[in-house]
C-alpha cells in the first residue's frame, strides 16, 4: 500500500548532538513537507521540497536542515543549533505545491517525537 | 496574516451526546480542512469543503464562506470519537509555502 512512513517513531537525544528523522514516501508525490508540532500550539512548517534537488525554509527552519536527494526521501536533521528541539515532527506529501491535503491527495506520516535528555 | 481560530480548546462529553467544534478563520480561503489526530500521533484527512456541507458516516462539516466559519459536527459519539481536531485553511491570496494555516486544534474526550 502507498503511503508515508516516518521513522524512528520516538527518539532520544543528547543535548548537544545532531539528529535525523527519516521520511519516505512511495506515493510518486514531487511535494514534501516537515511540520513541528507543540501543545497548544497549530503545526508550524518547517521545510517544504517541491522537486528533487531543491528545498525551501519554512517559518521556523532556524536550527534545522534537509535534504531531498531522492524523490522518496525527505529526511531533516535537528542540530544542536536549535535551542528547543523537543516536539512531535511530522511529516507530509502532496502531488504538487501549495494543495498540501485536497481529499486524498496527500498524507500525513505518523510522526516522530523527539525527546532532548 | 490569516489567523484560524477553533473552540473549544477542550471539549468532554458522554457517548451518544451530539459534538460540535467551530472554526473561524480571517482572511478568504480557497478550501478548508478538517483533520483527526490521534494519540499516537498520526494525522487523518476528514474533510475538503469549499462550500456548503460534507457528510462521512456520523462526521458532518459545514462552511459558511460570507461568515468565515466552519463547523465540525459528530453524532451519537463513542469512545472511539476521542482525538484532536485541527482545522486548516488555504489562503485564496496564496498563504504560506504550503498554503496551509493550522488552527490550534480541538481536545476531543468521549467518555463511556
Known amino acids: 500500500d502507498g503511503g508515508i512512513t516516518q521513522s524512528p517513531k520516538y527518539l532520544f537525544r543528547k543535548e548537544g548532538q545532531n539528529v535525523t528523522l527519516s521520511c519516505e514516501q512511495n506515493?510518486?508525490?514531487?511535494?514534501m513537507y516537515w511540520y513541528r508540532q507543540d501543545p497548544g500550539q497549530g503545526l508550524r512548517l518547517i521545510y517544504y521540497?517541491?522537486?528533487?534537488?531543491?528545498?525551501q525554509k519554512g517559518d521556523i527552519a532556524e536550527g534545522y536542515s534537509v535534504s531531498r536527494e531522492k524523490k522518496e526521501s525527505f529526511p531533516l536533521t535537528v542540530t544542536s543549533a536549535q535551542k528547543n528541539p523537543t516536539a512531535f515532527y511530522l511529516c507530509?506529501?502532496?502531488?504538487?505545491?501549495?494543495?498540501?491535503?485536497?481529499?486524498?491527495?496527500?498524507?500525513f506520516g505518523q510522526g516522530t517525537r523527539l525527546t532532548v535528555v | 496574516k490569516n489567523e484560524v481560530e477553533q473552540s473549544p480548546q477542550n471539549l468532554t462529553a458522554q457517548e451518544g451526546e451530539f459534538i460540535t467544534i467551530n472554526c473561524s478563520y480571517s482572511?478568504?480561503?480557497?478550501?478548508l480542512h478538517w483533520l483527526q489526530q490521534h494519540p499516537g500521533g498520526g494525522i487523518v484527512s476528514l474533510f475538503m469543503?469549499?462550500?456548503g456541507k460534507k457528510k462521512h458516516g456520523r462526521l458532518i462539516a459545514t462552511i459558511n464562506i460570507q461568515e468565515k466559519h466552519s463547523s465540525l459536527h459528530i453524532t451519537a459519539s463513542h469512545p472511539r470519537d476521542s482525538a484532536v481536531y485541527i482545522c486548516?485553511?488555504?489562503?485564496?491570496?496564496?498563504?504560506?509555502?504550503?498554503?496551509?494555516?493550522f488552527g490550534k486544534g480541538t481536545h476531543l474526550i468521549i467518555q463511556p
Open positions: 507530509a506529501s502532496s502531488i504538487g505545491p501549495g494543495q498540501l491535503v485536497p481529499n486524498t491527495e496527500a498524507f
Open positions: 506515493l510518486n508525490h514531487d511535494a
Open positions: 521540497s517541491q522537486i528533487v534537488n531543491d528545498f
Open positions: 482572511v478568504g480561503i480557497s478550501a
Open positions: 469543503l469549499s462550500s
Open positions: 486548516a485553511v488555504i489562503s485564496d491570496s496564496g498563504g504560506g509555502a504550503d498554503g496551509l494555516t
